[in-house]
């Protein structure tokens, strides 16, 4: 297809490479430097989308960010995106992309049938209407609704694409890089400071790029581009293109989303596709530049209604005419200057100006090239339905009340100009309070609060002159405060046209008898009228208004509705601007991918993954891993087709008749070390350490100050002022921030240093009546006998040459020994325990095995500890002592936790011996009770008890104490069980502890 | 995110510490008789204030010492910071 409203001439594209791409299935011809949306008009297309509501045709109403209408679904490389600005997205070869919000096709669309109901669905509608009947909601309205108002579809495959993050500092980050950015950074540069410069277009120099302008002897993209290339050699300077800064937090921080590989068929090896910079800086300049503000007429959403500056870069930057017949709507000289581009290339446009007798510097230039301009007159509204035909104009008298009668004008595109709205999104995210200019009628940054300075046309400074002057300063005066120097740079003569005033006009009445829908928000379909209902219905505040009606909070955030709904707002409630006040700006200034925030934690990278320097044996083992906090444990190791509860079982009967071993490495261990490390365990945990002997471990338990159990574990003391403490897997890093806490803020005069031991020693279990045999084996040197290293003792060993230290502990309630050996030596210990432990029949066993040993023996591990429990509760009342304070003592006097019926840890079986009992069922005394029912307690852990051959769960239960023997129910409405079960005693296999000692 | 200005390492993100909560929260000293409100105060009632509050933070991914910040709770403006021990100016 043919490119027919491609000027012959001219434009920053290049016409040597012509790039094909497809819209909603069409192929056309684009050239390389074209956004979608230059392309697609350069082809005549106008018609792009669907709006939200109403469904009414959408076309193109801007060039860049501040785009409300042109959102497509983008093919790319097989993935797609959605909800993706034409006006953004580059061109690339092979680019496919579709409408959004339309069905069957954008030009038959059902939803339309909206707009014709349009009187049905005012503001609040959905409010008002869809609240009864009340289960209707579910399953009628809100389906429907979702099916019929939206945007693009999310792709549901993973995402192959990759995104970084990075963090860096700087002197001055500059946001923008129109004249203000250029000139500030170019004098901070030549001073030394470090400095980030950050265009979100593809091409720098901002408004220069298509402002008729001349910066010393030079156009104003040739100055920009000098610029641009001296910057770039600079050592101390960053500058980046397609890079968003979106957001600004709090202590100058800034956070800007770089799109890498979104202008590019498919995205390089090695990079990502998007890079999010976290940027501190020491300053920050805002040079965003402003918006131009639309007029609201009638029928102003239709596709070729267009602002004035986006038809002007149109033409100027990519070569294409927005229309052959163009009419020009302003209320200021702006507008001029796309008419007259559009006489340069042989278009002859018509201008409206509401004024009634404006005179500059421009608008004789404009008369001189014979432009036809009527002043005094508006657009009334535009005709036509998916494009502009013509439009109604009429007179306008000069209080803007009364239109003349209404003529019909053959166009077909209206440019609209209602001047300039400042983009002060990130000053006044930085908590700077905006203030409103009179003279602009907009809002402008006011007091800072962080160190941030805004210049040029987003601080409401609209002639080039003062901007490069201005900015020239600012950028020498911030850079030299930081780093001291004060080099001279030169500001270069501007030469530049004149304005003059603009018209305090933005809204055109209605004609008598006329109800055209006249949009203020144009993605969100959000009229007058409905601001109008708001207001009649008593919404006051400007932050209820935009709620209720929905104005502002579409995609594009409102960047060119905010300012027309204030208007708007303040006029019908007689009030001016300022005191109608603007919503509140918040970050992103425009939408950002989730991958991005993502960045690389995704997946496997979502947390770190810590593996036991004997991980590699249990892989070779067919070992099957779980996440154990952010270590990987062996759950069991599978032979065969083994089942879990198979391999489970096999591995803890063999711990019960033989010997087994497991790798206990991921133990937290930290090292206490001091002349007060018995003192502060003392303190630390609830027994008695003071009298604690060298070479001897004992298992303590340490509370929170609300009395809840914290953490349980043995500790040991390796040398008189050395212990060894030992806490849960998943408590580890929380106990060391406890114990610091406590030694450096509550108890700084006790002389005890902590440390983190965990990766320092690889540990083994070896569990089982066989196990001091294999001991034996493994350190032939080493008395281990029941004398030599009794219950609850601590050795240290030789094992082949290898230093070890040796602990008689228990947690399957087994005879039991821990041996740990420095970290690198882990394999070697292992394999050795593995190889000597053959003729005892070792086998190794997970920590579903471990659970099971220790759920029968009745041993409380994190499920029970779950930071609900306190000592009484999990039976270990008899580590409280009753002659020394610790920690959370005072607490347990609570009346509730010296409840007599307070909860208690108890065993429970099944009444037919089994049926296993889901963990986190709850416990009731009647199953046929009338819901709800009340629960007594709940199920702390389950396991097949090995011992007994049947199911066994633990429990804490209400008045546990009392209600061994009982029977009960457990109820899991989650998995629809209901089963009688018996109360027993939590210590279900060898209650007096007999084994351990043995 | 907050910059903090550790008193042992100097200026660091906020992402290296985690909040402790009131600073000015004295523990009642061990083995001494205490009320129930006594104790409920300290375990359990803190004041919220809007403005200046000097709050404890560990510097947990860097050199893992109790800090005290004195922060502005609404405008997160950090006034000064103390080590875990300093005489409060």
């Known amino acids: 297809m043919a490119q027919s409203y491609r000027i012959e001439t001219g434009g920053l594209i290049n016409r040597n490479k012509k790039i094909s791409f497809k819209f909603n299935g069409v192929t056309y011809f684009g050239y390389d430097g074209d956004t979608l949306a230059s392309a697609l008009l350069a082809n005549g297309v106008h018609l792009v989308g669907r709006s939200f509501k109403y469904h009414r ?206 202008h590019l068929p498919e995205t390089k090896k090695y990079h990502p596709n998007k890079r999010l910079w976290y940027i501190r800086a020491k300053e920050v300049l805002i040079s965003s530049g402003s918006i131009e503000r639309p007029i609201v007429f009638g029928n102003n959403d239709t596709p070729g209604v267009m602002l004035s500056s986006a038809a002007k870069e149109y033409l100027k930057v990519y070569g294409v005419l927005v229309g052959k017949k163009p009419l020009v709507f302003t209320n200021n000289d702006s507008g001029y200057e796309t008419a007259i581009e559009f006489k340069k290339h042989g278009v002859d446009p018509i201008v409206l100006d509401s004024r009634s007798n404006p005179q500059s510097e421009i608008i004789d230039e404009a008369k001189n090239l014979g432009i036809n301009i009527k002043n005094s007159y508006v657009v009334v509204a535009a005709q036509g339905y998916k494009k502009v035909k013509s439009a109604d104009v009429a007179t306008i008298s000069e209080d803007k009340k009364t239109l003349g009668k209404i003529e019909n004008i053959n166009c077909d595109c209206i440019c609209v100009s209602g001047f300039w709205t400042p983009t002060i999104h990130l000053a006044s995210q930085s ?31 609209f002639t080039l002159e003062e901007t490069l002057k201005t900015s020239f300063e600012k950028g020498k005066e911030l850079s030299k405060k930081i780093t001291e120097k004060d080099n001279e740079v030169s500001i270069p003569n501007v030469v530049e046209k004149k304005y003059s005033k603009h018209d305090k006009f933005w809204c055109v009445p209605l004609p008598k008898g006329k109800s055209y829908k006249r949009f203020l928000d144009f993605q969100n379909d959000v009229a007058v009228s409905d601001v109008e209902i708001a207001l009649r219905e008593g919404y006051r505040s400007i932050e209820h208004v935009k709620r209720y009606t929905t104005l502002g909070m579409a995609t594009d955030q409102g960047k060119t509705s905010n300012l027309n709904g204030l208007q708007l707002v303040s006029e019908i409630e007689n009030k001016v601007v300022p005191s109608v006040g603007h919503t509140t700006f918040r970050p992103p200034y425009t939408p950002i991918s989730i991958g991005a925030i993502v960045g690389r934690e995704v997946g496997k990278h979502s947390k770190p993954t810590r593996k036991s320097p004997i991980h590699n044996w249990h892989e070779e083992h067919n070992a099957v891993f779980v996440d154990a906090g952010v270590w990987l444990r062996p759950r069991y190791y599978k032979r065969g087709n083994e089942t879990l509860i198979e391999a489970s079982k096999r591995e803890a009967k063999n711990v019960r008749t033989n010997v087994g071993v497991c790798d206990v490495t991921t133990l937290g261990k930290i090292d206490v070390k001091g002349p007060d490390a018995a003192e502060f365990l003392n303190r630390v945990y609830t027994n008695a350490w003071l009298k604690l002997p060298v070479g001897k471990a004992r298992y303590g338990v340490m509370l929170r100050e609300d009395g809840i159990v914290m953490d349980d574990g043995t500790t040991t003391r390796i040398s008189e002022n050395h212990y060894h403490m030992t806490t849960t897997t998943a408590q580890a890093a929380n106990v060391l921030s406890h114990l610091e806490y406590y030694l450096q803020l509550v108890w700084p005069e006790l002389n005890v240093n902590v440390v983190s031991t965990t990766e320092q020693w690889a540990g083994a279990a070896i569990a089982g009546p066989k196990s001091r045999e294999l001991l034996q084996k493994l350190f032939p040197k080493t008395d281990v006998s029941k004398e030599g290293l009794p219950f609850m003792g601590y050795v240290e060993g030789d094992l082949f040459g290898v230093k070890a230290r040796i602990f008689r502990i228990s947690f399957s309630g087994e005879l039991a020994y821990e041996v740990n050996v420095e970290s690198d030596n882990g394999r070697f210990m292992w394999e050795k325990i593995i190889e000597l432990g053959e003729e005892f029949k070792i086998q190794p066993y997970g920590t579903e095995a471990l659970s099971t040993l220790r759920i029968e023996m009745g041993h409380v591990a994190g499920s029970e500890l779950d930071g609900r429990t306190i000592p009484y509760d999990n039976a270990l009342e008899g580590l409280l002592s009753k002659k020394k304070d610790f ?80 029977k009960l129910f457990v109820m899991s409405p989650l998995k629809n069980k209901v089963i009688p079960v018996e109360i027993v005693s939590s210590h279900y296999v060898d209650p007096k502890g007999e084994r351990v000692r043995s | 995110m907050l910059h903090i200005k550790c008193p042992h390492c100097g200026m660091r993100s906020q992402n290296e510490f985690s909040y402790g909560g009131d600073a000015t929260v004295k523990r009642p000293e061990l083995n001494k008789e205490v009320t129930d409100q006594e104790w409920d105060n300290f375990v359990y ?45």
């Open chain 1, 431 to 461: 908590g700077n309070k905006t203030k409103f200019n009179e003279e602009i009628d907009a809002f402008v940054p006011g007091v800072s609060k962080q160190n941030e300075t805004t210049l040029g046309a987003a601080n409401g400074v």
């Open chain 2, 45 to 89: 009632n803190r004041v919220s204030p809007r403005g200046k509050h000097l709050e404890l933070w560990q510097h947990l991914s860097g050199c893992r010492q109790w800090i005290k910040v004195e922060r502005d709770t609404a405008s997160h403006e950090i006034f000064k910071t103390y080590k875990a021990n300093e005489e409060i100016a």
């Open chain 1, 887 to 966: 920690i959370g003592k005072r607490s347990l006097q609570r009346a509730a936790f010296v409840a007599e019926d307070r909860q208690r840890i108890v065993g429970v079986v099944p009444l037919d011996k089994k049926t296993s009992i889901p963990e986190g069922s709850h416990l009731v005394k009647d199953a046929n009770a009338p819901l709800p029912n009340k629960k007594l307690g709940h199920i702390s852990a389950s396991c097949w008890s090995v011992e007994h051959d049947n199911p066994f769960s633990l429990a804490i239960l209400k008045d546990g104490k009392n209600m061994i023997g009982e």
């Open chain 1, 57 to 262: 045709p959408r076309g193109f109403f801007g060039a860049g960010v501040d785009e409300p209408y042109a959102v497509v679904q983008l093919y790319r490389n097989g993935e797609t995106e959605p909800n993706i600005k034409a006006t953004e997205q580059e061109l690339f070869e092979g680019l496919e992309a579709s409408s959004v919000n339309c069905w069957p096709s954008v030009n038959f669309d059902i939803g339309a049938i909206n707009n014709f109901l349009k009187i049905f669905l005012p503001a609040g509608f959905y409010y008002k209407t869809f609240m009864w009947p009340k289960s209707f909601w579910y399953k009628i309205y809100e389906p429907f609704i979702r099916k019929a108002a939206g945007l693009g579809v999310a792709s549901t495959k993973h995402d192959k694409e990759r995104y970084e993050h990075k963090y860096e500092y700087c002197d001055l980050l500059i946001a923008g890089s129109g004249p203000s950015g250029l000139a500030s950074a170019y004098s901070a540069a030549k001073n030394g400071a470090k400095v980030i410069l950050a265009e979100d277009k593809p091409r720098y120099g901002g408004s220069l790029l298509t402002s008729d302008v001349n910066i010393g002897n030079q156009s104003g993209k040739d100055w920009a581009d000098g610029i641009i290339s001296e910057l770039k050699e600079m050592p101390n300077v960053t500058v980046k293109n397609r890079s968003q800064v979106f957001g600004y937090y709090d202590h100058n921080m800034l956070v800007m989303s770089e799109k890498v590989s979104d």
